[in-house]
């Protein structure tokens, strides 16, 4: 039986898109992931009614979570004519994409969920569910996906420090106090906020609102170079001598606490599988 995808795609409307993650029990991000979004991202460039696309998930407590490391060794790393992996190209081309990506956050986003959602034009997050992380120091490797040339643009250099030397996990209210998220919004109030934003959007002339994005994303974006590079050097992390071992300890807190009490509390047992 062939798998479903975890990626799916609703019509809202002829101007709307939504692209939904599925992939219970906590959302990490596997190859097929990857795969789709890639798949999707080039659909939707194409498609010349396309004015704005949607990123939302359909697993409560979890957005785009971090990639599933035991699959790590099967994550598609061909490169395209321009040098670049895969996950590299579809980040550069979701923020260059003629169309306006929003993310309706609600849930963990860590890692390269984080990393996702940074290439995304607007982030707007529940303020009692929202939360955000870049764990992988403290899980003995560094980011790749983006993280760390993107977080400094949008919070500055020494916050990005911190979020990623620390691995820690941050409510919405910070975030949005960093500049991390575009704003944050009520729970309950969140998805109607998301769909009225993208409506207006969706009803001015597409050519006007692709090139206002070319005009921000040439004074914002990092270098695309500079984001592959940082792929490269996630993957020659994943060698380094803290990494085995720190994997060990979160497969025991697995075994211990269950897949939904690590999630719910990563940034706390990644500081506490230092301690011992």
């Keep these: 039986m062939t798998q479903a995808s975890t990626i799916s795609v609703e019509r809202i409307s002829s101007k709307i898109r939504k692209v939904i993650f599925t992939h219970p029990p906590v959302n990490l991000i596997v190859p097929e992931t990857v795969l789709r979004l890639h798949e999707v991202v080039k659909e939707l460039s194409a498609d010349e009614k396309v004015h704005v696309v949607i990123f939302t ?10 990639f599933d490391l035991t699959k790590i060794d099967v994550f598609p790393n061909d490169v395209n004519a321009d040098g670049n992996s895969i996950w590299t190209d579809l980040v550069i081309q979701l923020s260059k994409a003629p169309f306006i990506s929003i993310g309706a956050i609600r849930g963990r986003t860590r890692g390269g969920g984080n990393e996702l959602s940074l290439a995304f034009d607007l982030r707007y997050a529940s303020r009692e569910k929202a939360f955000f992380g870049q764990p992988e120091v403290g899980s003995g490797v560094i980011p790749g996906g983006g993280g760390s040339e993107r977080l400094p643009r949008f919070i500055g250099r020494d916050r990005a420090l911190e979020v990623i030397l620390s691995s820690e996990d941050y ?103 230092s301690k011992f």
Excluded: C
């Excluded at 998930?57 to 971090?66: G, I």
């Excluded at 949005?176 to 769909?195: A, H, M, Q, S």
């Excluded at 001598?241 to 939904?260: E, M, Q, V």
């Design 57 to 66: 998930s359909a697993v409560a407590d979890y957005f785009y979570n971090h």
């Design 171 to 273: 409510n919405a209210d910070i975030a949005e106090r960093y500049g991390w998220v575009t704003r944050t919004i009520p729970d309950n109030e969140l998805d109607k906020f998301v769909d009225d934003m993208a409506s207006r959007i969706a009803s001015f002339d597409k050519t006007a609102l692709v090139v206002a994005k070319k005009q921000i994303n040439r004074a914002t974006l990092p270098p695309d170079a500079d984001l592959q590079a940082a792929y490269t050097e996630f993957m020659e992390s994943l060698n380094f001598p803290g990494f085995k071992p720190r994997a060990a300890k979160f497969l025991k807190f697995l075994t211990d606490l269950g897949i939904h009490d690590l999630e719910k509390r990563l940034g706390h047992y990644i500081g506490l599988a």
